[in-house]
């Protein structure tokens, strides 16, 4: 535990996931100085001493979408030793789930952008340090966990049609599933809200809602 | 990402479990300087500038246990402000898991003795820092882990007795498994080798390992 030797820098990185146009998005930012200069990179900051990992996450939300109060969890701690080339870093990443209504409220701060998730895994945009391998992670952790947890419930609002949830599943599992099996694997999970959906472009859908814990 | 102020150490500390005696064990070691002195925590080391987390962690557990490639993983990165008092320090968790017989003829490095991990959760051991928080984590995430994973294979040799299997996958969840569920369960996963377990204290029992994952 001897630390007198020690230098290394403490970075706190997010990824902030939402769902739009049918795309698992991405909130990125644009690097304004060298190294990769004008290349896009994950919001992040520097650790202060006086704040957890979570509040400079936290921080940097708030910073670059104007969020806050949104899910937040600890993904994987960065290390390589050659990850940012002025100095060793270690990047603690997070990673954050919106449903769009709430981000499109809210506003993304100069320069950040919200880009299809499948642009960065598919190398069409290029991120600066190791944050595409921090997007892949946090994609994998996002697959796996919306089949054990209900993760899913993030990317929708408080009111939902089963067909908007539905989609939900389907992008984060990348996979299309069938309906009647989708409803019973959810059916425990929902409960009607006793309203309708109604517009122009569809017949009207009920609303449901996330089933409290206690059922 | 400026760091120019920035004041933060950072540690490895690693949760190495093993099961003997039908108990989960934690591998712990004294502290022989303030603060907490000669109280147990878990092993850890100073990350070093030119090293990965990763192989901080492994370095910890070969000088503390003589092991090395055995099951090691991230765990968490914990970081509340005032979880070191000397200076601010955030503690990259592992966790490792190895069979007994493995640590058995290795050796622990005085001061490093195993302990029951009930013992640190119901308070008759106290450990240095917020490391009785990282065991508690890292249960949380074993017995997760059990159900979604073959991380049970890591506590027993390379052939094993379906009741040793059984027993650790009880140990792991703390529950009573019915033996015609837990075959069902674990059939398609294991293999005969074709030997039998023999002694003195049992009848003679087939031993199994582990499917490749091909299969």
């Known amino acids: 535990m001897n630390t007198k030797h020690q230098k290394i820098s403490v970075a706190v990185d997010v990824l902030l996931f939402t769902i739009t146009d049918d795309k698992l998005q991405i909130v990125l930012t644009k690097r304004s100085a060298e190294p990769f200069r004008d290349m896009y990179c994950l919001p992040g900051v520097s650790l202060r001493e006086n704040e957890t990992p979570e509040e400079a996450a936290e921080r940097s939300l708030k910073e670059r979408t104007g969020l806050n109060d949104i899910y937040l969890e600890q993904l994987y701690t960065f290390g390589d030793v050659d990850r940012d080339p002025r100095s060793r870093t270690i990047s603690i990443a997070y990673y954050a789930l919106t449903d769009p209504e709430k981000l499109l409220s809210s506003k993304l701060t100069e320069p950040a952008i919200l880009v299809p998730a499948d642009k960065i895994s598919n190398g069409r945009i290029k991120l600066a ?27 929708v609002p408080e009111d939902f049609t089963l067909p908007q949830l539905q989609k939900v599943y389907e992008i984060l599992l990348g996979e299309e599933l069938y309906k009647a099996n989708f409803r019973k694997m959810i059916s425990p999970r929902v409960e009607e809200t006793g309203e309708m959906l109604t517009g122009m472009a569809h017949r009207p859908s009920r609303l449901y809602r996330k089933k409290s814990r206690q059922d």
């Open 129 to 155: 340090f190791d944050h595409k391998k921090i997007v892949e992670y946090g994609r994998m952790r996002l697959r796996g966990k919306v089949s054990y947890s209900d993760i899913a419930f993030e990317f």
